[in-house]
Structures are given as C-alpha cells and as structure tokens.
C-alpha cells in the first residue's frame, strides 16, 4: 500500500513535467488536432505514466506513448494495436485481467507486471532524441526506486534496452565488461536483476511477422518463469546492490530511431 501511494506520488509529478519543450509541444498538438477516427475524445496530451502492480516482478520497458494511443488514453501502450498485442500476450499468460486495454478506466488490472517507457512524452515520429532520453532517465531512476521487487525487466527494443544498460549502471548493479547488444531474446545478468531484450510490440514489427505472437508468448514466459523464480544472481534486490555500489550517470543514451 504504501509502495503504491509512492509510485501514485511519482505519477502526479511525471504529468507535470516540462522538461522537454519538444515533445511537450509535440503531445499538446497532437491532442489538439486529433486523429479524425477520436475527434470526439478528450487527449491526455502530456506525460504518461507507468502502470500495472506495484509489487511486480517484471518490469516492461518501452519506447515512448503513442501518439494517438497513450498520449490519447494516458495509459501506457492503450489504445493503439501494439497495445493490443502486448495486452493479449499479457491476458494469455494470466497477468493481464482483460486482452484489451482502451483507456485508464477500463477496468484493467495487472498482476506481477509494470509496464512504463524509457521516454514518457509521444515524440514525433516515435523518434526522440538522445537529450531527450537523458532528461527523461530521472523518472526512470525512480520509478526503480519504487519497484523494489523489480528482478526481471523486459527492454522492448533498442532504444528501451540502452536506457534499462543506463539505469542499471547509474544504480550500480551493472556488471559486464562490454557493452551487450540488443537482440530479440537477448538476456543479461546485472546484480539482483535478469534483463532481457524483444523486439518492440510495434506494428512495424508485428505486421511484417518479425515478432509473431509466438515469439513473444515464449519471451514473456521465459521472463515470468525467471521472475517466479530468483536464480542466485537475482537474490540480491537492485536497491539492496544499489546501496552497497555509487550511483554514476557516465553512460549516455544512443542515437535515437525506434530500434526492431
Ligand atoms: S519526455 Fe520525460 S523528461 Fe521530457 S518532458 Fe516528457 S516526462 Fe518530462
């Protein structure tokens, strides 16, 4: 309970972030202007923030809200079709109570899982820029903070996979001598937590088959299963090694560009 009034606290202070007056403006317009098919809907139209069980294992970590999904409904990845793929995917592993997510008061409740973006404002053309990323990485670090239980975090894409290589540097449970690269079904063992690296949910990548249903059901249970259960490298928490570790902010975000 408490732990969901701190992460309710870190919500109503993400909305009203302005740090990037790009894509602050960006979202204002789009929710302005509209989507012809939602003219008659109210857009959220600013910072989306995460979502799901605050005691989750698993962590889910896009790229940024849609423009006409999250930055219309205000839930993170809701009403657009990548939404709908990753909330089925969700719905069959029994985490998610309903298959589709439509707007915050849906009814939708997750179990075991939290689900929020490295970038927490729509950029144009689902491309933010490496300034952007960075000043958005705040949020990150504490919403980490937060989810204490947090031992598997899923990087959906390239961009969400630097930011969770950043975060978990910044934390001090990073432990690799070179940098790991993305893949889909890539995994990493950072102290207390197992990270692992699918492609993005996005229609770019589900419509041409490069990430099937299949894939991705496989994917998420391999997370489920290592988030129920802790392998000797994830039984020590990321908070607990972030105490005994220093905090460092050495390693920047890449290039920007929606990665497969
Ligand atoms: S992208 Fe992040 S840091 Fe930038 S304005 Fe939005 S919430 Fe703030």
């Known amino acids: 309970m408490v732990k969901r009034h701190v992460l309710q606290a870190l ?3 993400l909305v009203r972030c302005r740090r990037c007056p790009r894509l602050v403006a960006w979202c204002q317009e789009v929710a302005r202007e509209k989507r012809r ?3 008659h809907e109210s857009y959220w139209g600013k910072p989306v923030p995460g979502f799901g069980d605050p005691e989750a294992a698993m962590w889910m970590l896009g790229l940024a809200p849609g423009a006409h999904g999250a930055n219309r409904t205000g839930r993170v990845f809701t009403g657009d079709r990548s939404g709908d793929f990753l909330y089925s995917a969700l719905h069959r592993l029994g985490l998610a109570s309903q298959a589709h997510s439509v707007g915050r008061d849906d009814g939708m409740r997750l179990k075991d899982v939290w689900i929020s973006a490295a970038v927490r404002c729509a950029p144009p ?3 933010p820029q490496p300034d952007e990323i960075e000043a958005c ?7 980490c903070a937060a989810l204490t239980r947090a031992r598997v975090w899923v990087a959906l894409g390239g961009i ?8 978990a540097q910044r934390r001090g449970i990073a432990r690799f001598a070179a940098r790991p690269k993305f893949a889909h079904g890539a995994q990493v063992e950072l102290a207390g937590v197992h990270l692992l690296g699918s492609y993005h ?3 770019q990548n589900t419509f041409t088959g490069r990430l099937t249903p299949q894939m991705f059901d496989a994917l998420l249970a391999r997370a489920h299963q290592l988030a129920r259960s802790p392998t000797r490298a ?4 990321p908070t607990d090694a ?3 570790a220093p905090r460092s902010r050495s390693a920047r975000p890449r290039g920007p560009g929606r990665s497969p």
């Open 137 to 143: 990485a705040d949020w990150l670090d504490r919403e």
């Open 234 to 237: 994830a039984s020590e928490s």
């Open 201 to 203: 949910v996005s229609q």
């Open 37 to 39: 098919s939602y003219a």
């Open 125 to 127: 053309g689902n491309k």
């Open 160 to 167: 969400a996979w630097d930011a969770a290589l950043d975060l």
């Open 11 to 13: 919500e109503a202070r």
């Open 242 to 244: 972030a105490r005994s």
